[in-house]
C-alpha cells in the first residue's frame, strides 16, 4: 500500500476554505454557491489545479472544471472580453501636473496597479500599447 504524507495546503486555498465553510454555515443545505465564490475558485484551480481546489473547497471536480473551462472560453472570446477604458488628456496640462493611476488585470485574475505621474501623453499611450504586448 503506498501512502503519500499529506502536504500542508497553500494560504490562498486554507483562506478560501474558511470564507466557503463560513457561507455553508450560513446557508440551507443545497443553496446554490455565489457567483463571486465560483470565481474565486476558478482563479485557484488555475493556480494550484482542479483536484486540489475542488478538494480543499468542497466541490465537485466535474463543476470546478465546468466553471473554469466556461471562464476560459470568456476571456478567450473577444466579444465576451470586458472593454478597456483609456482617457487621454489634453497636450495643454504641464506634464508636472500630470498623474494617473493604471490598473490592468490579466485573463487569470492577477491586477497590477500603477501610479504614474510627469509623463506626456504620447509617452502614455506608448507604454499602454508596449504593456498590451505590442511594439513601440
Not at 75 to 96: C, N
Request: some cysteine; hydrophobic content about 40%.
Amino acid at each position: 500500500m503506498n501512502i503519500r504524507p499529506s502536504t500542508p495546503l497553500p494560504v490562498a486555498l486554507r483562506s478560501a476554505r474558511r470564507q466557503f465553510d463560513r457561507w455553508r454555515s450560513r446557508q440551507p443545505q443545497r443553496t446554490r454557491l455565489p457567483e463571486d465564490l465560483w470565481q474565486k475558485a476558478v482563479i485557484l484551480a488555475r493556480a494550484h489545479g482542479i483536484n486540489k481546489t475542488a478538494g480543499a473547497l468542497g466541490l465537485k471536480y466535474e463543476s470546478l472544471k465546468k466553471h473554469l473551462e466556461a471562464a476560459s472560453s470568456e476571456t478567450s472570446d473577444p466579444k465576451k472580453a470586458r472593454a478597456a477604458f483609456v482617457e487621454l488628456l489634453p497636450r495643454e496640462i504641464p506634464p508636472s501636473s500630470l498623474q494617473c493611476m493604471i490598473e490592468v488585470e490579466d485573463g487569470h485574475g492577477a491586477t497590477i496597479r500603477m501610479h504614474v505621474q510627469g509623463i506626456h501623453v504620447p509617452d502614455l499611450v506608448a507604454f499602454a500599447h508596449l504593456f498590451q504586448g505590442g511594439r513601440a
